[in-house]
Nanobody, 132 residues
Framework: EGQLVESGGGVVQPGGSLNLTCTTS????????MSWVRQAPGKGMEWLTG????????YYANSVKGRFTTSRDNAKNTVYLHLNSLKTEDTALYYC?????????????????????????WGQGTQVTVSL
């Protein structure tokens, strides 16, 4: 059973930065595309990023494009999210999620919002609070 553990959340002022880490185990990391998803208080899940299993292509929601960057280190079974120019509306619980790449395609990634049940594994989330 796959396990994902997010870390790096915290409290930051508007305009600040954070680095989130998602460490995985229990599945073949290189066969899975990875995403970051968040849930703000009182709101639904919002897909933020997708990166293919090679780490060669990344995709972003319009709300974070140009401010957030995702990457992965397949040697460490880890995916990262760098949050820059943070806004109060970025306050949320941030999750990483894994989805098996169809036919093992290393170039496939989640490129748009998908229902949460479409992902194979989820982490428990890390809280990001942007406040003065």
């Amino acid at each position: 059973e796959g396990q994902l553990v997010e870390s790096g959340g915290g409290v930051v002022q508007p305009g600040g930065s954070l680095n989130l880490t998602c460490t995985t185990s229990g599945f073949t990391f290189t066969k899975f595309a990875m995403s970051w998803v968040r849930q703000a208080p009182g709101k639904g899940m919002e897909w933020l990023t997708g990166i293919n299993s090679r780490g060669s292509s990344a995709y972003y929601a319009n709300s974070v494009k140009g401010r957030f960057t995702t990457s992965r280190d397949n040697a460490k079974n880890t995916v990262y999210l760098h949050l820059n120019s943070l806004k109060t509306e970025d306050t949320a619980l941030y999750y990483c999620a894994a989805k098996y790449s169809p036919d093992g395609c290393k170039y496939w990634a989640v490129t748009k919002p998908v229902p949460p049940h479409k992902f194979d594994y989820w982490g428990q989330g890390t809280q990001v609070t942007v406040s003065l």
